[in-house]
């Protein structure tokens, strides 16, 4: 029964990534790392002596204990990948807040200098409250 009940949560991790990936939810880059995992777990709980097999071989006690092992693992994985993902997303926002800045910089400079319909250099410098906020 457990060995059903394996392979059937598998096959519904595999199946709802698959469903993330082809209605954009979930990147590619994200998704594989999931797929492996639904794969592996596949595997293992249509062929259990797999995971007994491996917990032998590697000297651990219980194969709950490898089990446990190999998630936390995973988990860290995880979790370094996002944290370095933020990073880049982080930067990124703030190199964007930078060059939205300077272009406002830039257009009000421009605005300073708007010459009127006499040809003479008009001040029509606005006060910036009017752009919304700059966040970064």
């Known amino acids: 029964m457990i060995v059903v009940l394996g392979a059937v949560l598998a096959v519904i991790l595999l199946v709802v990534v698959l469903w993330m ?31 007994s097999r491996a917990t032998a071989l590697l000297g651990v006690q219980l194969p709950v204990n490898l089990l446990f092992a190999a998630a936390i693992i995973v988990l860290l994985g995880i979790a370094l990948h996002q944290s370095w993902e933020l990073s880049l997303s982080e930067d990124e926002a703030r190199r964007l ?19 009127d319909d006499a040809g003479s250099a008009k001040d029509v410098s606005t006060d910036s409250s009017d752009r919304p906020p700059l966040t970064g």
């Open 21 to 51: 990936l082809l209605t954009r939810r979930l990147r590619e880059k994200y998704a594989f790392l999931y797929l492996l995992l639904g794969v592996v777990l596949l595997v293992l709980g249509l062929f259990p002596n797999l995971l």
């Open 97 to 115: 807040a930078e060059e939205v800045a300077i272009l406002g910089a830039r257009l009000d400079a421009i605005e300073a200098l708007t010459i």
